[in-house]
């Protein structure tokens, strides 16, 4: 294997591993920590809402911050990594997201998920700012639509 193509890997995984994490973070509502995966000056779309450009980290912060609580669970997949160049990178995957109203605070026990299940795609352009991978921007989708029955037949 050449040096290029190791370097190359090596930038796939990193960015992949970014992507992850930040969903990660999301589904844990560690606020801080998910804008700081974002540039200073990058950019978010939300799937919920794909033409509403949300510009900057503080303001990515304050976007997830004034969000009325809830539990999720993001199951990201087919992630795709495709260096554009040494400072480029676009990271396209697949979501499925379960939600459900927040638990009570120090009690871990399950609660029962809303009957929508969101399925979309995200597609990240992540840079590299002074030797750091951070997201400069993140389109978020919606394909599919499930409405679950909260009718309980057996």
């Not at 004034?66 to 539990?71: L, T």
């Not at 990201?76 to 939600?99: C, H, K």
């Not at 597609?123 to 409405?147: M, P, T």
Request: proline letters at 2%.
């Amino acid at each position: 294997m050449s040096n290029r193509t190791i370097e190359n890997m090596l930038i796939e995984r990193q960015c992949q591993k970014l992507v992850t994490r930040s969903i990660n973070l999301l589904d844990q509502g560690r606020w801080q920590e998910l804008a700081n995966c974002y540039a200073e000056d990058g950019e978010l779309y939300r799937p919920s809402a794909p033409t509403v450009k949300i510009e900057g980290r503080d303001s990515i912060l304050e976007s997830f911050t004034s969000r009325p609580a809830k539990e999720t669970c993001h199951a990201l997949t087919n992630i795709e990594a495709n260096i554009i160049d040494q400072g480029l990178v676009v990271v396209t995957s697949r979501v499925v997201l379960f939600a459900a109203n927040k638990k009570a605070e120090g009690i871990e026990s399950m609660v029962q998920a809303n009957a929508d299940i969101f399925i979309g795609r995200f597609v990240d352009e992540i840079k590299n700012v002074n030797g750091e991978w951070l997201i400069a921007k993140r389109q978020g989708s919606i394909e599919l639509h499930y409405k679950g029955t909260s009718d309980k037949t057996e």
